[in-house]
């Protein structure tokens, strides 16, 4: 059982940043992918980024690429997304999440265990 906790959201001018946080239960949390996904109000949700468990690759939504920054810290347990030049359409709760299958990472299906999410909010 893992259990995610995130951190960092808020109210920001749009072209700020932020940085997310999400904290890992668990003694296990280097052989899990972690990514995280978003929902705008209305929305479905949508995959942002993700890093694998076994080299760390990250991969990005397109509408975040070169803006958004994926990390993991696995004596921490913690993952992070620093995302900078935000703009009014990057407005959502932020989700993070687990999972070990290195198939799907862009797909939230694939992953296993979910935080209760975070809001970030962009103002014009």
């Known amino acids: 059982q893992v259990q995610l906790v995130e951190s960092g959201g808020g109210l920001v001018q749009a072209g700020g940043s932020l940085r997310l946080s999400c904290a890992a239960s668990g003694r296990t949390f280097s052989r899990y992918n972690m990514g995280w996904f978003r929902q705008a109000p209305g929305k479905e949700r949508e995959f942002v980024s993700t890093?694998?468990?076994?080299?760390?690759?990250?991969y990005y939504a397109d509408s975040v690429k070169g803006r958004f920054t994926i990390s993991r810290d696995n004596a921490k347990n913690t993952v992070y997304l620093q995302m900078n030049s935000l703009k009014p359409e990057d407005t959502a709760v932020y989700y993070c999440a687990a999972g070990t299958s290195l198939l799907g990472l862009r797909q939230g299906s694939n992953y296993d265990y979910w935080g209760q999410g975070t809001l970030v909010t962009v103002a014009s």
């Open positions: 890093i694998s468990w076994n080299i760390g690759s990250t």
